[in-house]
């Protein structure tokens, strides 16, 4: 990413927080972290890291260019997608966390890890997200491969 995609980025992600301002000073001189409310410009679904791991490189093949934004927390051993909001909240199977309106996500600087938070595809700025559908089927897709990978790994 060029320095202007990632101001882009850094801009896009604060814009989510009560204060803007406040939040990249955090990137900057705090913690690295900033708390951020789903449900306004992006929600985020959640899952094993296995499974998101897995499908996130199922995402590069299909589409030309980037999947959307997802981060990974290696100490909750979680991959995070970032979707469009969806109030309803659609997403059902074992494993899964939704986060939207009233929930809040921890989300490093979109430039460098903090603690154990690191984007797997930062955000450019754009606005660009996750296609639902398209996520969906690569969640669906790996999940099937990992089912038939666990007998043979001894799980």
């Known amino acids: 990413m060029t320095n202007a ?3 882009r980025g850094v801009e896009w992600l604060a814009a989510a927080a009560a204060d803007p301002r ?3 000073w955090e990137w900057d001189h705090g913690e690295g972290v900033a708390l951020l409310e789903a449900g306004r410009f992006w929600d985020v679904l959640s899952v094993p890291e296995p499974l998101g791991l ?3 490189d199922l995402l590069w093949r299909p589409a030309p260019g980037a999947p959307g934004p997802t981060l990974v927390d290696t100490a909750a051993e979680r991959v995070g997608f970032f979707l469009p909001p969806d109030p309803s909240g659609g997403w059902v199977g074992a494993g899964l ?3 939207t309106r009233g929930s809040w996500v921890a989300v490093p600087p979109p ?5 154990s938070l690191e984007w797997l595809v930062p955000p450019d700025g754009t606005g ?3 296609r639902p559908g398209m996520l969906e089927e690569a969640l669906r897709e790996a999940n099937g491969t990992l ?3 666990a007998p043979m790994c001894g799980r």
Not at 111 to 115: D, F, L
């Open 128 to 130: 660009a997200l996750h």
């Open 97 to 99: 966390r939704y986060a």
């Open 147 to 149: 089912a038939v990978l």
């Open 22 to 24: 406040t939040c990249k």
């Open 111 to 115: 430039y460098r890890p903090a603690r």
């Open 5 to 7: 995609m990632w101001m």
């Open 54 to 56: 897995l499908a996130l």
